[in-house]
Each structure stands twice: as C-alpha cells, then as structure tokens.
C-alpha cells in the first residue's frame, strides 16, 4: 500500500484555487511549537522547525520498530505551516521592516492515531540523535479552523500582500470580515521548499479566518 498522503487526499485544504474561496476547515492534529522573531535569523525558528520535521519523522518510521502504535498506517509528512501574528495589528501582510515583531506557530499535521504518548515516544528518538534540541517546546493539539478564506500565493512571502488584499476584497464582497484570534490567525501553508526553489516559484496557501458580518 502507498503512504497515505493529505495533499492527495484533501485536495480542497491543500490545492486552492489562484483565486480567493470559501472553506470550512475541519478538526486537524498538529505538532506545535510558538516562538517570536525573524524567521530569516532566529534561532528559535529554526529549531522549531526541525523539531517538527524530526518528531514528525521519528513518528513516521515507527512502522520499522517495534513500537508502532495502535491505529497506525504509513503516511507522507505532510508540508510545513506556520500561524503569524503581531501583539496587537492586524495582519495585512506588510511586514518588511517588522519581522523581528512576529509571534509565530509553526506546525505539521499529524495523523489521529498520534497520542500524546505517541510523541513522548517519538521525543525519547530525537533526543538521541539531537540531545541539543528543545522539546519541551512541542505541543500536541486538536485544532479546528472553521470558516476561512484562502488562496494560493505564487511567488515571493513579501509579495503576499497584493494577494491578501485580493483575498480580503474577495470576503468582504461575499459578506463575510476577518477576525482573526486565539489560534485562528493569518495562516501560511508552504508547499515549496525554499532552500530549493526560486523565489517567483514559490507555492504557499494563505488562509485568513473569517465569520459574517
């Protein structure tokens, strides 16, 4: 059997349209970890990332060892995401000279059948191949967007305001505002790895949450 991958199989969360639309979002898994800064120069940024990347993965090879958990079935990492807010504006996508402001979560979905053990578990892994790491940082959390607005952004993250300014022309003409808090934030999904492809290439899903007016 292939590896159960989300893209392929949710293609409405995870191949948008060019063009702003309408979805509601269900219940998903995520590994979390929060931080603030640059995400060009922290440190902490980096780190949570590969957290992510390394308990996701430790998880994910479990079919090889003698601690599968129960539930469990071989599946694609799903991408990279990361939640971005400022401590009081809201997001416009303007942030060129305000990155060093940014309070972040980064994330990656997880399949129902990780548990909290199941990433203590995977936690013992990573921190023996990487006793450097943090991992106390990491979260295990059930999050349910609800309604948003999304779009696919193509090209450079400093570019993302002229399609968020599409995006929310586009709510406000179907009736809707954005509000967005808690964990209902400015949303990137990052479809293209940045290390490998050039910037006006660039694939990544914005989600903005929305309720009606």
């Not at 219940?27 to 957290?51: C, H, T, W």
């Not at 060093?100 to 053990?117: A, N, S, Y």
């Not at 964990?183 to 910037?199: C, F, G, M, N, V």
Request: net charge negative.
């Amino acid at each position: 059997m292939p590896a159960f991958d989300f893209k392929k199989e949710y293609k409405s969360l995870y191949k948008p349209k060019n063009e702003p639309e309408i979805i509601d979002v269900p219940e998903m898994r995520f590994l979390m970890v929060e931080g603030s800064g640059d995400p060009n120069s922290s440190k902490s940024y980096e780190e949570a990332v590969q957290i992510l990347y390394g308990l996701s993965y430790a998880i994910k090879m479990t079919k090889k060892n003698d601690t599968q958990p129960e539930g469990y079935f071989d599946f694609v990492v799903p991408p990279l995401e990361g939640l971005w807010w400022f401590d009081e504006d809201h997001f416009s996508g303007e942030v060129k000279s305000r990155k060093d402001e940014f309070i972040w979560i980064m994330m990656i979905r997880q399949p129902d059948f990780v548990t909290p053990e199941v990433v203590e578990r995977a936690k013992d892994i990573l921190s023996k191949k990487k006793p450097e790491l943090n991992l106390s940082r990491t979260r295990l959390v059930d999050h349910k967007e609800g309604l948003c607005s999304q779009i696919m952004h193509i090209g450079p993250y400093d570019d993302e305001p002229d399609t968020i300014a599409r995006m929310e022309k586009h709510i406000r003409a179907e009736g809707y505002m954005t509000l967005m808090d808690g964990l209902r934030q400015h949303h990137e999904i990052y479809l293209s790895d940045p290390r490998k492809t050039a910037p006006e290439k660039l694939r990544t899903i914005i989600r903005h949450p929305i309720v009606k007016k």
